[in-house]
């Protein structure tokens, strides 16, 4: 299968040094690509700004912001079977980013925002036959958020995990997850490092795909 996965968090500029982002290492959207990888995938890469190294065998293109990350995803997708969107949007960007460094004293009190698009919903009307995997973290209410999420950005299937939980969330290796599929009970995995829920989703990735007709 082509296997096209997003990972990391983006990065929305203030000024020309200062952004806005979150705490997204990139752990478990590399982990996907590597899994992918190795199990002998062609695996496109769109990575926000992370400080580990991409896998071997996988084609990165890097990015910065979500806007970016939606060009290069949706410039990706029509040669994909499956995405896997595993990396931490910032939901929200300045409104008017300053081209140069704002000085201390320039600084507003209060930065303007807007919404960022909303990735798997802007690239729904190119899904075609393709499998759309969704992530989402969560601090509370995590099944009935992750349904509502895979109901609304209309995905095949939603990783769901408890940031908070031990052994879950950003800046570890481990996660603790359910998957929820549409018209199918959540699947609870055991604690797994992330390589181990990496594969065993790529696994789940090439059943689904033999279910379907090719895009
Ligand atoms: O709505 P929430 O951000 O919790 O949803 C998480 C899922 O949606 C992840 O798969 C994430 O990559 C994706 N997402 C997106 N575009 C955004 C925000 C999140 O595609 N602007």
Redesign the pocket.
């Known amino acids: 299968m082509k296997i096209l996965v997003?990972a990391g968090p983006t990065r929305e500029p203030i000024d020309a040094v200062r952004f806005l982002s979150n705490r997204s290492t990139g752990r478990m959207g590399i982990a996907v690509a590597r899994a992918a990888a190795e199990a002998g995938h062609e695996v496109a890469l769109v990575l926000g700004p992370v400080a580990i190294e991409p896998p071997d065998g996988v084609r990165v293109v890097r990015v910065e912001t979500?806007l970016e990350m939606l060009a290069a995803l949706r410039a990706e997708l029509p040669a994909a079977d499956a995405l896997v969107?595993?990396?931490?949007?910032?939901?929200f960007r300045p409104a008017a980013p300053a081209a140069r460094k704002l000085h201390k004293g320039e600084m507003p009190a209060a930065i303007q925002l807007v919404r960022?698009?909303?990735?798997?919903?802007?690239l729904r009307p190119l899904k075609g036959n393709r499998i759309f995997?969704?992530?989402?973290?969560?601090t509370d209410d995590v099944l009935a958020?992750a349904a509502r999420?895979l109901a609304r950005?209309g995905l095949d299937l939603?990783v769901a995990n408890d940031v908070t939980a031990p052994g879950a969330g950003f800046a570890v290796d481990t996660n603790v997850v359910t998957v929820l599929r549409p018209g199918a009970a959540p699947e609870r995995w055991p604690l797994l490092s992330k390589i181990d829920v990496a594969r065993r989703l790529v696994a789940l990735l090439e059943t689904l795909a033999t279910e379907r007709p090719a895009p």
């Open positions: 997003s979500a969107m595993a990396a931490a949007v910032a939901d960022n698009p909303d990735i798997l919903a802007g995997c969704g992530f989402a973290a969560e958020s999420k950005k939603i």
